[in-house]
């Protein structure tokens, strides 16, 4: 199967007010996948609905295969998360907190040592995890999403409140993560000049709807033929919202 996440017409509301609407994504396995739109867009509802965390509306999506809701559980199984700031307890090491994730999972106790060298941090397995740096929390929260080694990792501002040497570290691993493990990642973020060094595809939503869908090479195509701005993904990103929030003011 040429894709790891498809959605059919994925739909949720609150009340009169639609998160998102009628959204179709094709995510390639083996790929970084952007995720790309302004507060929200619905994007932490749309990884929330990948995740169980609230349920859809109306349609439906399948992840490796499998389609939920029928297939919920082993949807989870086949899935990492790191949604918003990574939580830990403080007073254990931070092998002793993957090893808590372990055992809930069911691994191999040889699981946490794996996800510990993955992520840089075999050195400092044995550290309380009050003492981790940011960076540092930030490295334990993806060997959390690592440890089994999934097929799809599913990660929302994993940079955020990073300084520039641990974005740059944590933007390298995500980078090498489907070429090392073999996996995808769908990684949402503010901070787009990373999105448009670690990304192999993005999507772009806008109030919802889907504005844009493919590879960076198709996503300049596009711009350039609107007579939008193509030279970089900020400026194009931009170019592209306000264009869609236009078309929707009121005559």
């Known amino acids: 199967m040429k894709n790891i996440i498809e959605t059919h017409d994925l ?26 739109g302004p507060n929200g867009a619905g994007k932490s509802t749309t990884m929330k609905m990948f995740l169980g965390l609230t349920r859809p509306t109306v349609g439906d999506f ?30 254990l090491s931070g092998r002793e907190n993957l090893d808590i994730i372990r ?50 990792l599913i990660l929302d501002e994993p940079t955020n409140g990073l300084d ?14 489907p070429e090392k493990l073999g996996c995808t990642v769908l990684v949402s973020s503010h901070l787009l000049p990373e999105i448009e060094l670690m990304a192999d595809d993005v999507g772009i939503l806008n109030r919802g709807r889907l504005l844009f869908e493919g590879s960076m090479e198709n996503l300049r195509e596009t711009a350039a033929m609107k007579g939008l701005p193509s030279d970089n993904l900020e400026e194009t990103f931009l170019a592209l919202v306000d264009e869609d ?5 009121p005559m």
Do not use: C, W
């Open 245 to 249: 929030n236009r078309k929707r003011r």
């Open 62 to 91: 399948t992840i490796d295969g499998k389609k939920y809701p029928g297939d919920r559980m082993e949807i989870l199984r086949r899935t990492g998360s790191l949604i918003e700031e990574p939580a830990f307890y403080g007073n």
């Open 103 to 152: 055992r809930i999972l069911g691994l191999k106790s040889s699981a946490v040592d794996d996800a510990l060298e993955l992520t840089g941090l075999s050195q400092f397995g044995d550290r309380p995890a009050k003492k981790y740096s940011l960076g540092m929390k930030q490295r334990l929260g993806l060997a959390g999403a690592l440890i089994g080694r999934p097929p799809l």
């Open 11 to 36: 739909t949720k509301t609150y009340g009169d007010f639609t998160a998102v609407y009628r959204l179709n994504l094709h995510i390639r396995r083996g790929t970084v996948y952007g995720f790309l």
């Open 164 to 177: 520039p040497v641990g974005i740059h570290e944590i933007r390298s691993l995500i980078r090498s993560l």
